[in-house]
């Protein structure tokens, strides 16, 4: 990084880190309280001093598959309809507005006491909690040239990981404590905080007194950027680009196996019958911050990986794909976690696999802003997040029903696999990762 350039770019990256760590932080916190008794008792309607039988297990999994199914497709449709706000209103208001929304539905569990209760605070939190990445994306694309999308995007995707390691060693101590409905309070509470930070901090790079001009021009150092005042494109013509149709592949098929991943491994260790040491609200702490710290190093290399591999003439295309390669190469193993009985094999495959997804996600979110005018880079966003929340709608929905009746074995099945389909359909769909001309 050349000194004379400036840093106060950075300063964004390091916004967005807190702002999806948050994001994190309120989505998963219902994957540890699921794990908790007496919410399952509640949930189904028992009494505290019920004995939870196999088949409430088994009801209990379906209906929580529903149910995560049900904050998906809210996140399908928010992504659609928050892409296109932001590109419309603009990052500021549009990521406010989803704070908002997303903190009040992640309080509002503390009332509920129903499965249906728990669906609608769910699909509102999905509604809310799509504004993230859109924001997030739209914002890399305005403070950084294209060559450094892929490592900031790594950066701030690294936020997730961080918020599920909080998540993972607070929520269970306060479970333990004060019970699971103080725990969404806590955890809506960060929403309040990143409110006022966003509002006060996030500002575009025309409107900055702090950036030098050499900075300021070298954000703008790529050619044929977009006006501001460039006419907006529907989504029906977004659609019609190959470029849009390969994010929409990546998506659809990598980002249902990371949302597995966050709803039910507090229950695959819990649960599962062929590991010889189960997890639990005393100890899921410290396997899961092992699991997400290695996710965080995965988000950033391969990220930062990337970056080297153009600076050292490569061009975006074979970089981004080899390294999408790599990443997926390392998922393939994660189907052994699920037959192993040793409980540390268990968890370094899945580290490695989370690693790997970050960093295929890191590559990803670099399409947006590498193929697309900066006006439209919010919805195809959009459409792209869309994309992957119908297929993780849909894979949602059958996890439930598939880890109550045989077990997990399948569903690694699926994740192992994934990703190597995905890259192949994307370098079919996309031969050349050629810049679309509106």
Request: aromatic letters at 16%; proline letters at 4%.
């Amino acid at each position: 990084m050349n000194p004379t350039i400036g840093k106060y770019r950075w300063r964004m990256v390091a916004l967005l880190f807190f702002a999806t760590t948050v994001n994190y932080i309120d989505r998963q916190v219902l994957s540890f309280v699921m794990t908790d008794p007496f919410f399952k008792k509640q949930m189904l309607g028992l009494s505290p001093d019920a004995i939870l039988t196999e088949q409430n297990l088994k009801d209990f999994k379906i209906s929580l598959g529903l149910i995560d199914s049900s904050f998906k497709a809210a996140y399908a449709i928010g992504f659609l309809i928050i892409g296109w706000l932001i590109d419309k209103i603009g990052t500021k208001k549009g990521f406010a507005l989803g704070i908002i929304i997303w903190s009040l539905s992640g309080m509002a569990n503390f009332f509920v006491n129903t499965l249906g209760g728990l669906r609608i605070t769910r699909f509102m939190l999905g509604i809310g909690e799509s504004a993230n990445f859109p924001s997030a994306i739209k914002t890399v694309s305005e403070w950084f040239p294209k060559k450094e999308h892929s490592f900031a995007s790594g950066v701030f995707n690294a936020g997730s990981n961080v918020g599920i390691i909080i998540t993972s060693i607070a929520i269970p101590y306060i479970i333990l404590n004060y019970g699971w409905r103080s725990a969404f309070i806590f955890t809506g509470c960060f929403g309040v905080i990143l409110l006022i930070t966003w509002w006060f901090t996030y500002e575009k790079p025309e409107e900055s007194t702090k950036l030098t001009k050499e900075e300021f021009d070298y954000i703008h150092s790529d050619k044929n950027e977009t006006s501001p005042n460039a006419e907006k494109i529907s989504w029906f013509k977004l659609l019609s680009y190959k470029q849009t149709w390969a994010l929409a592949i990546g998506k659809f098929m990598a980002d249902p196996i990371w949302w597995f991943y966050m709803t039910w491994l507090p229950d695959f260790f819990n649960t599962n019958k062929a590991l010889d040491q189960k997890l639990d609200l005393k100890t899921f702490g410290i396997p899961f911050l092992v699991i997400y710290l290695i996710s965080d190093f995965g988000s950033m290399f391969f990220g930062w990986l990337s970056t080297q591999f153009i600076n050292i003439g490569w061009t975006p295309n074979r970089a981004r794909k080899t390294t999408m390669l790599i990443c997926a190469l390392c998922i393939t193993p994660i189907y052994f976690a699920s037959v192993t009985h040793n409980l540390y094999v268990a968890i370094g495959l899945i580290a490695l696999a989370t690693a790997a997804h970050q960093g295929w996600s890191a590559n990803m979110y670099t399409f947006p802003g590498g193929l697309f005018p900066k006006n439209v880079v919010a919805s195809v966003t959009g459409i792209g997040g869309m994309f992957g929340a119908i297929g993780g709608v849909l894979l949602a929905a059958a996890a439930g029903y598939i880890i109550a009746n045989f077990g997990y074995q399948p569903m690694f099945i699926i994740a192992s696999c994934s990703y190597s389909i995905a890259l192949v359909i994307i370098h079919f769909i996309l031969p050349n990762m050629e810049p679309v001309k509106l």
